[in-house]
């Protein structure tokens, strides 16, 4: 080798968890074929195993922040904190769909690899410092998605499922190349740190292209948290999805957009504060209330969540609107929380399917409470939490979140919020009626518990009530992950 080339030093840290969910995907994919059918259900396992490991290469790099390729990649305490909550929500939904696979059919080492690779994405959304790896990891999280969602083949529901979310998906991601392109033209760069560097030193080549590049950017990432009028695609795709595909999607793709959106807005365009807070503003109370109001009338569980879940997205952008530290360190508590109650509601689910189809309607949750008091005692828990009722991870969420919109003066918005929590309470609350009050069938199938489902649930539940009763420890863990972000 020629002395005289310069070395170049490429900082391994934040890459070690991508590689090595990446080598865990790829494993999976060659030792599908090779294996029997009886034998394809250790792929889940083995899937869990590379999550796990990935998830300790993340915790041995805790305390140390690298930047890496050109400042692109950060391994910083941001970057870390998502990463950790995406192996998690990628840990529960593989212990979720270790029997659910096989009785819906699904048992393909692609659907396992998928959701690794999905996770890739979401991994990378949130370690990215520059807006085209960005949109590169939030493609590699998509097209895992389109794949997932469609992943029942014979199923009508979750071929439209895939398709309408393919469709609507790369509309999206066209307004958001194309907000990247013009916030390029205008800063003369897509590095986050250099677009804010030129907006603070007065060197934008033109406001309006900035300004503009910045709203496609809000539609694009609007339309991936799921947030009014952005939402459309939510209830069909939701509905349609395999369970355990929506509890991913619903979790995942939430969390990863706003680490991306987090991001962008307080490492790259902290200066356009007041350009966008106004609108988010505006989508946090649309989301809010449209969300709340259409899930009252929902007799489907799963859609029902769905709209829950665009309801969540206004309470999550209340606290963007912000822009300080508490309103960031409440999203990545909320999050965190949102992803405990979510996935352990889909987890009883998916235990209560049977075998030919699932319960999705609430009314066929009658009787569960005395039935299967266990689930039904867990599920009870999860809708309390989703509904913001104390001593639970969603009560202290919400809490944080209208703190700290009260403390940026923003009272009107959380007053806002409050009421929209007070109304979601009633549909939360009428399942846990349904189960306890209301006479069920003579002889229901029983559930479908397996020592994986219920850990699932295990840790759902013990999540929903740490987070819930110990959660100062939590935030203050949060609050000094987004000193990263905001310098």
Known sequence: MDASLPQVQVAWGPMLPLLLLTGTGLLVLVLDPLMAPEHRDRLPILSLAGVL???????????RTEIGFGGMLAGDGFARFFSLLFLLVAALTLLISVAYIRRAGMDHGEYSAL????????????????LM????????????????????????KSNESALKYLLLGAFASGFLLYGIALVYGATGSINLTRVAAALSSGQVRSPALLTLGMGLLIVGFGFKVASVPFHMWAPDV??????????????????????????????????????????????AVLSMTVGNLVALAQTNLKRMLAYSSIAHAGYLLVATVTGTRLGSGSILFYLTAYTFMNLGAFAVIVALARRDEERLLIDEYAGLGRRHPLLAAAMALFMFSLAGVPPTAGFMGKLYVFGAAIQGDYLGLAIIGVVNSVISAFYYLRITVVMYMTPGEAE??????????????????????????????FLEIALRSVGALLG
Do not use: H, N
Not at 133 to 156: C, Q, V
Not at 257 to 278: C, E, K, N
Not at 447 to 457: I, T
């Open 53 to 63: 490991a990935a998830a300790l290469a993340v915790v041995l790099g805790w305390d």
């Open 115 to 130: 959701l690794l690779f999905g996770t890739l994405g979401m991994m990378v959304m949130a370690s990215s410092l520059d």
């Open 133 to 156: 790896t960005i949109f590169l990891g939030l493609e590699t999280l998509s097209i895992s998605l389109y794949i997932l969602a469609g992943f029942l083949r014979e199923d009508l």
């Open 238 to 283: 939701y509905e349609g999805a395999p369970t355990s595909v929506t509890a991913f999607m619903i979790t995942g793709t939430k969390a990863a957009a706003f680490a991306a959106f987090l991001r962008i807005l307080m490492t790259g365009l902290p200066a356009l504060l007041p350009d966008w807070s106004g609108v988010l503003w505006v989508l």
């Open 444 to 473: 229901p199938a029983p559930a479908s518990l397996s020592p994986a489902l219920l850990l699932a649930v295990a840790i759902a539940a013990w999540g929903t009530l740490q987070l819930g009763l110990f959660p100062s420890r």
